[in-house]
């Protein structure tokens, strides 16, 4: 881990239900955190290049302006970083959530335009999410595979079984409360940005208000010791998985209800790969333990920032990978630990004590 | 023993007339066509279309899936060439790497027909190929703006197809190549919206609010029809009315692109013709039966639809070919 804060106590135990121990930094060091700076100064040049950047309107019942844009659009990645988050955190990693989009998207479509009500259809998109991500759950731990190779069968193959289910073709629709999900507004909010934004108060309850964020990150750090300890590291890894599917079909019925259509080739495509930087640009480790959902959703914003940056600075478009990975190695750079220690160098005592302590 | 060998050549020859008279045109011939997948909807009704005029002409098609594989093209057309049919049609994935396969279909006299992509081989390695011009497709969309606009100032938005693909390069300099001149026609933005639908609605939100609510964007456009498609609700989104505020010409003629034109939101689109089979099966034809050797290159034809070209009955006719 790379932030300044100290370390929660890990493995021995805090008791259950109670709030994590003293955070002893005031909240304007909390916010110096290299995430938040490297938002501001990626908004900041976007407001550089386009000085409409901050302004928002109100306009049809709902928030108009380029900053709602940034968080509609990241919407999708931030949600598939919720769930990755989880996976991430029992140092796993979920690559099939872009294929498993395409094929909630693709189910919800082509029940709603086989004449099925609405609700069915986005319960069945859930159901099939969840059913991808129960698969995902067992074959890594009923069958011990790799996580990077389990889900890698459901990433290739999960793109082929929604072509299946839309026949190669996109299936159009017109359905009001898909069409709502995709773009509808919540208090003159996106629905997408609401539905994140709920996703991500709940998940974070969920694992903090309770022993199960606990417990994930005891099965991240060590399976063997976790599963000693008396942790059902199994029955937790299942869940993990199966909810970063219902959190990836989630996200695959917002991406379907915004182009009103099931786009089994294109719906997201690489996503995962949005989804597990953002989860890194938020702090948590490739190699499993301490996590937080909310850094991983302000990693999907600073990546949407830099997306909608280049699309309205008018750079041409051979740029933007080459832009985007500049930004995100500063990012990572800034992060890393080495950088830290500088950093932190002029602060030493404050460095010592929290050194001292873990 | 002279009156016996007449009698076989008068035999023979009446056999070879039945024969001729019925085999006209492609009746009863055995073509393969290595198809590269379907990884887009005009692919699938390019494969549609291509079963539906070898039904026609009573071609027996022998049809192989190639999954975007260039070494399961190859092991097709070998496929081919074991089983003897009498003419091959290729669609290639990828343009380099097919000299030794073509080689042997020609030595087994077997006459290859590229369709919709070229290749990097010699060219009396294939008996001809059928494409449509890239480069004329952007002109046409370019050339119906120019005409649309009349003299009025114009700030067109570009959506490119991915960045570095043939179409894009193209179908860019085609349209550049229609407006080039055109003071009054100015292109302000340009960026690549992946030829998908939801990035060419999430770049037409960009230039929208970075063009002041989209005020001073007269026309996109979109190097395929999804990505106009996209564009369109990202400009109804802004409170804005697509085809009227903002002018909206693509190219392909899928059927969604017809659906947004019967409802006024879209108002031009040139055709990327699915059927590459019918001039590939007629230059066939013409190969078999009258011996003519056709052009290297077959150029399909670029047509342009407007509002005025009943887009209702156009969606309706596609709609079915599994775009």
């Not at chain 2, 570095?164 to 860019?172: D, L, Q, T, V």
């Amino acid at each position: 881990m790379t932030s300044p804060a100290p370390p929660r106590p890990g493995l021995p135990l805090r008791p259950v239900g109670q709030p994590p121990g003293p955070r002893p930094q005031p909240i304007w060091m909390r916010l110096a955190r290299p995430q938040f700076i490297a938002l501001a100064v990626v908004l900041l040049i976007n407001w550089a290049l386009f000085p409409g950047f901050f302004t928002i309107t109100w306009q049809d019942g709902r928030l108009f302006g380029s900053l709602i844009d940034v968080l509609n659009r990241g919407a999708p990645v931030a949600i598939l970083a919720i769930g990755m988050t989880a996976v991430i955190a029992t140092k796993g990693v979920d690559l099939s959530v872009g294929a498993v989009m395409a094929i909630a998207g693709a189910t919800a479509a082509v029940m709603v335009t086989s004449g099925l009500p609405a609700g069915l259809a986005v319960l069945a998109a859930l159901g099939v999410g969840l059913a991808c991500g129960l698969w995902n759950g067992l074959l890594v731990t009923a069958l011990g595979i790799q996580p990077i190779i389990a889900t890698l069968v459901l990433m290739v193959a999960g793109r082929g079984l929604a072509q299946l289910i839309t026949e190669g073709s996109i299936v159009t629709f017109a359905d009001p409360v898909l069409v709502f999900i995709g773009t509808g507004a919540v208090l003159g909010l996106p629905t997408p940005v609401a539905i994140a934004l709920t996703l991500m108060a709940l998940a974070t309850l969920a694992v903090r208000r309770s022993a199960l964020g606990l417990l994930i990150e005891a099965v991240g750090v060590n399976r063997s010791a976790a599963r000693f300890a008396g942790i059902r590291a199994g029955v937790l890894l299942v869940l993990v998985y199966a909810f970063a599917g219902l959190c990836a079909a989630m996200a695959g019925l917002i991406v379907a209800g915004d182009i009103r259509g099931a786009d089994a080739n294109n719906a997201g495509l690489w996503l995962e790969l949005d989804a597990i930087l953002a989860v890194v640009i938020g702090g948590t480790s490739l190699m499993g333990g301490r996590f937080s959902i909310p850094m991983s959703v302000l990693g999907a914003i600073i990546i949407q920032a830099m997306n909608t940056g280049i699309l309205i600075s008018g750079f041409s478009p051979e740029f933007n990978l080459v832009v985007k990975s500049g930004v995100i190695l500063i990012i990572l750079v800034v992060q890393s630990p080495q950088a830290a220690r500088l950093l932190r160098r002029p602060d030493r005592k404050t460095a010592t004590a929290s050194e001292g302590k873990a | 023993m002279a009156v016996f060998k007449k009698l076989a050549l008068g035999a023979g020859l009446a056999a070879l007339l039945s024969t001729a008279a019925y085999a006209e045109g492609l009746q009863g011939k055995v073509i393969g066509f290595s198809q590269i997948g379907s990884e887009s909807g005009w692919r699938a009704a390019e494969t549609s279309v291509t079963k539906a005029q070898a039904a026609e002409r009573g071609v027996d098609l022998k049809f192989a899936d190639a999954q975007q594989k260039q070494e399961n093209q190859i092991k097709a057309i070998r496929g081919f060439i074991a089983q003897g049919v009498d003419a091959i049609l290729v669609a290639p994935v990828v343009s380099t790497g097919w000299d030794e396969v073509l080689t042997e279909a020609k030595e087994a006299e077997i006459p290859v027909v590229l369709l919709d992509r070229g290749v990097d081989a010699s060219q009396d390695l294939y008996l001809t190929s059928v494409a449509s011009d890239q480069v004329k497709e952007g002109r046409v969309a370019g050339e119906w703006l120019v005409g649309a606009v009349g003299d009025k100032p114009c700030n067109i938005v570009e959506l490119q197809g991915t960045v570095g693909s043939s179409p894009a390069i193209n179908r860019k300099q085609g349209f550049e190549e229609a407006i080039a001149g055109k003071a009054n026609l100015t292109l302000t933005r340009s960026q690549t919206g992946d030829f998908t639908r939801s990035k060419g609605k999430e770049v037409m939100e960009g230039f929208i609010k970075a063009e002041d609510g989209g005020k001073n964007i007269c026309a996109v456009y979109a190097h395929n029809d999804d990505m106009a498609v996209g564009a369109i609700q990202a400009i109804k989104d802004a409170g804005l009315k697509p085809g009227t505020d903002i002018l909206v010409v693509s190219i392909d003629a899928v059927p969604d692109i017809f659906a947004a034109m019967a409802a006024g939101e879209a108002n031009a689109t040139v055709e990327l013709t699915p059927n590459m089979a019918g001039p590939a099966f007629d230059a066939l034809d013409a190969y078999f039966n009258a011996g003519t050797q056709p052009e290297k290159f077959i150029i399909t034809e670029s047509k342009l639809y407007t509002p005025a070209d009943d887009p209702q009955g156009e969606y309706d006719r596609r709609k079915g070919l599994g775009y």
